[in-house]
């Protein structure tokens, strides 16, 4: 396996697939829950399913919570008179049984539509787990409202940004670990720290992302901030023309330097945390996500396409991934990487901006 880590994967994807049928509770609206997980997010489902049992369920609705109110930011065919008031209600509409919205394509479709089971199941949830799960639903969609009319355009907005979508989704995970009992409740009041975890992969899938974003229609959604993008090209669509392909790596190199301000609290996050599931549905996507940003490093591919890690090194990453000693082994992998990246003395580089500011956060 080792030797050809490629080959695993139809055999990890046909397990997987036989684990989820022959698990899926007996409870219907339970086994929606589940059933759908797997099909609105590919690496999640493993990671929720693998949490201990106190926790799994509550994870699970508050994964597909959140993902319906994405649903309904993303959905450009509800006109924003009607979208804002609906993400500041959506905490609320939760919460009411057999309260559905149609919103959304596919599998994302068949989540909005099957939502009262989403509300039957949250409602059946721990006290605890409810209010904060109602309190970052809330929160985030109050955010996602504001910035539904303001672009991003400041670095600060950026991190404001990628706050209420992904670091609201860090503060909530670690009141529920809190709450669980199963880590330290300390948890509950680290913030910081777990804002940090949410927008390291959130600006990782920001960065990667960049080219399907930006041809989506009706609209491009635009989520690099202009402050950095601006000392590069004169529009954000530019960076995807070859003609400007020095200055675009620049540009993404320095969006990668930016990520990676957030890289050592995630460690400090994570070296805290006592629960081996718990660390692996945390640390697992960590890795994931410095394992992109270095594959991304200085490579055009961004602009053309989808880069994507090879499929047999992600199950390589998520099945290694089991201790504070193999997530570090894997961070200085991937630093290594990078570091070399930025190091490589091509004349292009050379005159790279944040070339040298990436080498010292990588120390
Ligand atoms: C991981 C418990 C799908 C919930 C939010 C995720 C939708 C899109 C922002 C809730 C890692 C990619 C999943 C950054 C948090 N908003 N992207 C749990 C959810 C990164 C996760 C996904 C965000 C999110």
């Known amino acids: 396996f080792l030797e050809h880590p490629d080959e695993i994967w139809p055999t990890l994807q046909a397990y997987w697939a036989a684990q989820q049928t022959k698990k899926l509770p007996k409870q219907p609206d339970l086994a929606f829950c589940y059933g759908t997980l797997p099909k609105v997010s590919r690496s999640f489902a493993i990671v929720i399913q693998q949490l201990p049992e106190g926790l799994r369920d509550a994870f699970c609705v508050f994964y597909l919570v959140l993902r319906a109110l994405d649903t309904v930011e993303d959905d450009m065919s509800i006109p924003i008179d009607?979208?804002?008031?609906?993400?500041?209600?959506?905490?609320?509409?939760?919460?009411?049984?057999?309260?559905?919205t149609k919103a959304g394509v596919a599998e994302y479709a068949d989540l909005m539509a099957g939502y009262p089971a989403v509300?039957?199941?949250?409602?059946?949830?721990?006290?605890?787990?409810?209010?904060?799960?109602?309190?970052?639903?809330?929160?985030?969609?109050?955010?996602?409202a504001d910035f539904i009319t303001?672009?991003?355009?400041?670095?600060?907005?950026?991190?404001?940004?990628?706050?209420?979508?992904?670091?609201?989704?860090?503060v909530g995970s670690s009141q529920l670990f809190a709450a669980s009992g199963l880590e330290s409740e300390q948890y509950a009041a680290a913030d910081e720290l777990s804002n940090h975890m949410g927008l390291f992969l959130q600006k990782t899938n920001i960065i990667r992302d960049y080219l399907e974003d930006i041809m989506e229609?009706?609209?491009?959604?635009m989520f690099w901030p202009r402050e950095i993008w601006g000392k590069y090209v004169s529009s954000l669509d530019d960076l995807r023309h070859p003609q400007n392909e020095a200055a675009a790596l620049h540009c993404l190199n320095h969006m990668i330097c930016d990520a990676l301000r957030h890289a050592p609290h995630s460690l400090e996050y994570m070296v805290g945390l006592r629960n081996y599931q718990i660390f692996r549905f945390c640390a697992i996507p960590q890795v994931m996500a410095i394992a992109t940003l270095a594959l991304c490093y200085n490579n055009p591919a961004v602009f053309r396409g989808k880069v994507k890690m090879r499929r047999g090194q992600t199950a390589k990453y998520m099945m290694e991934t089991d201790s504070m000693q193999t997530l570090l082994e894997a961070f200085m992998d991937f630093?290594?990487?990078?570091?070399?990246?930025?190091?490589?003395h091509r004349i292009a580089m050379a005159k790279d901006p944040t070339r040298e500011t990436v080498v010292e956060r990588l120390g």
């Not at 009607?82 to 559905?100: C, D, I, M």
């Not at 672009?151 to 860090?170: E, M, N, P, Q, W």
């Open 335 to 344: 630093g290594t990487m990078l570091c070399k990246k930025a190091k490589s």
């Open 150 to 170: 303001d672009d991003v355009i400041t670095v600060d907005d950026y991190d404001l940004y990628c706050h209420y979508v992904a670091g609201l989704v860090g």
């Open 82 to 100: 009607k979208k804002v008031p609906l993400l500041h209600a959506f905490h609320n509409l939760s919460q009411q049984r057999g309260w559905t």
């Open 217 to 221: 229609e009706p609209a491009p959604r």
């Open 119 to 144: 509300i039957q199941v949250y409602l059946q949830l721990d006290q605890q787990y409810c209010k904060v799960i109602d309190d970052v639903c809330r929160r985030m969609g109050a955010g996602m």
